[in-house]
């Protein structure tokens, strides 16, 4: 199926989420995704952020396993958090932040991003070395 979506209208959405230990309360990344949605007759559609307009025909483009009336804010800048309770099958997980797309928000939420991920590395590689306990302490400072 090849169903045409080049004419829907498509919004840009930051997505957020921060990303837990299976089996502990400690914070061990941050994801940070841009992407396109659009309303489907059959519910929401996702778009890869690289994928042009004219491009975005199914299966290039997928549902998201979201409605529009329960799942997404369409009238931006409303901010949403999916629900921890949702039981949809969804591509974009629960508990991630859909925010309308701000670059300057994208900017900074990928910098953190990268910062986090430097010191998880850097602590997964010597968590005593002189060089992690540095950088731990000027991080915290």
Known sequence: ?????????????????????PFGETNTGLSVKRLYLAQY?????????????????????QLTGWKPERDVPFKLPIQYQRGRNDRSVALIPSGTWVLPYDDAHYQLYER??????????QVNQGPTDTRTLHLLTRWIA
């Open 1 to 21: 199926m090849n169903a045409d979506c080049t004419q829907f209208d498509w919004k840009p959405i930051l997505l957020v989420k921060v990303m837990r230990q």
């Open 41 to 61: 007759p059959n519910g929401i559609l996702r778009a890869d952020w690289t994928l042009p307009a004219d491009e975005r025909f199914l299966p290039l483009v």
């Open 112 to 121: 953190v991003r990268l910062t986090i991920h430097a010191v998880l590395e």
